[in-house]
C-alpha cells in the first residue's frame, strides 16, 4: 500500500454527506459546467489580481448577495403578515388558519430555497474569483471530499463532518451539552429575536390594537437576520478558499525538498502536533486546518495514529528540537492558529506557554493573518504564512 494510500484509510469521515450537501455539490459543479470552469486548470495566487482588487470584489459580491438576502427574508415575512392583517378579523377560524399555515409554509420554502440558491452562487463567484475553477476532478481532502463540498457546506449552513485522522479528536474538550445548547439557540435565533423586539416593545408602549402593528416588526428583522446570514456564508467561503491555498503555497512552494531535509524526525512530529493541538484548542473540525494537517502528513510520511494533539506533549517536544526548529515550529502554530479564522478563548489561554518571550510577536502575526483571510487579502496573507528558521 503507497504512503497517500495509507493515509487515506486513516482518514474516515464519520457521516457520509448529507441530503443539503449532495444537492449543493450538485448545483455547484452544475454552475461551474455551465460556465465552462469545470475542469480548466485553478490560477496560482501570484496569478490572481493585487489584495485591493480582491477586496473590493468579494466585498461587492457579499454585499450584493446580503441585499438580496434581505428583500426576500423581509418580503416573504411581509406576505404572512399581511394575511393575518387582511384576513383574521373577517374569516373564520378554521379556514383562517388554514390559509395562513399555507401561506407561512409556502413563504418559508420560498425564503430557503433563494437563499440556498443564493448562496451557492456566491460561494462559487468567489471561489472563480480566487482562482478555484476545478470542480469535478481532484480533491482538496480524502473520500472526494472537495472544493465544492466545503463549499455547499458553507453556503447551506452544513456543519463540518466529524474526521478521524491519526488519532486527532477537536472536541475532546468539548462539552456536548454546551455544543447542542449552541446549536439549538442558533437554529432558533430569528424566532427569538423577533419575539423579543416585539415584546419589550409591547411592555414598553401599549396594550391592544398597538400590539398588532408590532408584528409587522418581524419582517425587517428577518431581512436583517438573512443579510447576516449571508454576510457570514460569503465570509466563511472566503476564508475557506484562501486558506485552501495557502496550505497548498505552504506545502508545495516552502516545505521543498531541501528544507525538509533540514529537519529532524522530532521537528516534523512537532508540525503534526503544531496543526493538531490547535485543532483541539479551536475545538473545531475546519476544513482548513484539515487540509493542512493532512498536506503535512503526507510531506512529511507520517500516518502512525499517536496522541499529536496533546498540548503538553507538544510543549516538551518544543524543548527537545533545537531552537531553529522551534522557530519553525512557532511559525507553523502562529500560522495554524490564524487557519480557521478565529483566536478561541483556549488558544488565547495557551498559545503564551509555547511563545514565551516571543508572545507578542507571534500573537499579533496570528491576529494579522486571521484578519487578512476574512478580508480578502490573499497575497499579504501569502506573505505572512512564510516558516523558516528565525524568530518571528
Keep these: 500500500m503507497s504512503q497517500n494510500d495509507s493515509t487515506k484509510t486513516s482518514y474516515v469521515r464519520e457521516e457520509q454527506p448529507g441530503f443539503l450537501e449532495q444537492i449543493g455539490v450538485k448545483y455547484y459543479r452544475y454552475l461551474a459546467e455551465k460556465a465552462g470552469t469545470a475542469d480548466i486548470e485553478n490560477i496560482q495566487i501570484d496569478q490572481l489580481p493585487p489584495d485591493i482588487t480582491l477586496k473590493s470584489l468579494t466585498s461587492s459580491i457579499t454585499a450584493f448577495a446580503a441585499v438580496i438576502a434581505f428583500a426576500i427574508g423581509a418580503l416573504t415575512t411581509f406576505v404572512t403578515i399581511w394575511i393575518e392583517w387582511k384576513f383574521k378579523a373577517s374569516m373564520e377560524t378554521v379556514p383562517y388558519y388554514f390559509l395562513y399555515g399555507g401561506t407561512l409554509a409556502v ?117 436583517f437576520w438573512d443579510a447576516f446570514t449571508m454576510y457570514k456564508v460569503a465570509r466563511e467561503a472566503r ?39 490547535m485543532m483541539v484548542l479551536a475545538q473545531h473540525y475546519h476544513p482548513n486546518m484539515l487540509v493542512l494537517l493532512l498536506r503535512l502528513s503526507n510531506t512529511f510520511q507520517i500516518n502512525q495514529s499517536k496522541e499529536y494533539d496533546n498540548w503538553d506533549d507538544f510543549l516538551s517536544l518544543l524543548d527537545e528540537v533545537s531552537d531553529k526548529e522551534r522557530y519553525f515550529l512557532l511559525d507553523l502554530l502562529s500560522v495554524s492558529a490564524a487557519f480557521d479564522g478565529h483566536l478561541s478563548r483556549l488558544e488565547h489561554h495557551h498559545l503564551p506557554q509555547a511563545f514565551k518571550e516571543l508572545t507578542d510577536t507571534y500573537m499579533q502575526r496570528s491576529n494579522q493573518l486571521k484578519n487578512m483571510l476574512l478580508n480578502g487579502e490573499l497575497h499579504a496573507a501569502k506573505e505572512l504564512c512564510t516558516l523558516d528558521f528565525n524568530p518571528g
Design 107 to 223: 413563504m418559508l420554502v420560498l425564503e430557503m430555497a433563494v437563499l440556498f440558491w443564493l448562496g451557492l452562487n456566491t460561494v462559487y463567484s468567489l471561489a472563480c474569483l480566487t482562482g478555484h475553477n476545478r470542480a469535478t476532478k481532484g480533491s482538496c481532502l480524502p473520500g472526494d471530499d472537495a472544493v465544492p463540498n466545503i463549499l455547499a457546506r458553507a453556503a447551506l449552513e452544513v456543519p463540518d463532518p466529524v474526521i478521524h485522522f491519526l488519532g486527532i479528536d477537536p472536541l475532546k474538550h468539548l462539552s456536548k451539552s454546551k455544543l447542542l445548547l449552541v446549536t439549538l439557540l442558533y437554529k432558533a435565533k430569528v424566532i427569538l429575536s423577533s419575539m423579543l423586539v416585539k415584546f419589550l416593545l409591547v411592555r414598553i408602549l401599549g396594550k391592544g390594537e398597538i400590539r398588532f402593528a408590532f408584528n409587522w416588526v418581524a419582517s425587517p428583522i428577518t431581512g
Design 239 to 277: 476564508l475557506r478558499l484562501f486558506g485552501n491555498r495557502l496550505a497548498d503555497h505552504i506545502v508545495t512552494h516552502i516545505l521543498t525538498d531541501e528544507f525538509i531535509e533540514q529537519l529532524s524526525p522530532k521537528a516534523r512530529e512537532g508540525a503534526i502536533r503544531a496543526v493538531a493541538t
